[in-house]
């Protein structure tokens, strides 16, 4: 007879190289420690994505360490909308961004600032 364990998928947040390098950048430039990946209401899909640069790291934060100088922190209340995440960096002809690959966004407005998560089954 054997055990096996049952040990479901961790919540991650993930960035790509390019975010990585970009967000190292953008930590270099200043006094911040690390990046917050949260969310809050907003735009005609519902939630809309926001990212701090943090001088300081509350506790009660939930940290992904996407490079071993780089660190994203989510609060447990927008870990639902943003579990599963990976971060993007893109230069479009003159304009570059941030994108979202949130697995878990069942809409999306046409301009792509917002978007609506299902959080029922999390």
């Known amino acids: 007879m054997s055990v096996e364990t049952f040990a479901p998928k961790a919540p ?18 200043g006094s911040a420690k690390a990046v ?8 005609c899909s519902g939630f ?12 009660s934060l939930i940290a992904f360490q996407v490079a071993d100088d780089v660190t994203v ?22 304009n570059s961004v941030l ?9 999306e407005c046409g301009c792509g600032e917002s978007f609506n998560v299902d959080t029922s089954a999390n």
């Open 12 to 29: 991650n947040v993930s960035m790509t190289e390019k975010a990585i390098k970009h967000t190292r950048k953008q930590l270099a430039s």
């Open 36 to 43: 917050r990946l949260g969310v809050k209401k907003a735009g």
């Open 48 to 59: 809309k994505y926001v990212l701090d640069l943090l001088t300081d790291i509350d506790a």
């Open 73 to 94: 922190y989510v609060a447990p209340a927008d870990l639902p909308y943003v579990q599963g995440t990976e971060i993007d960096y893109s230069t479009e002809g003159l």
């Open 99 to 107: 994108k979202f690959r949130n697995p878990n966004a069942k809409d």
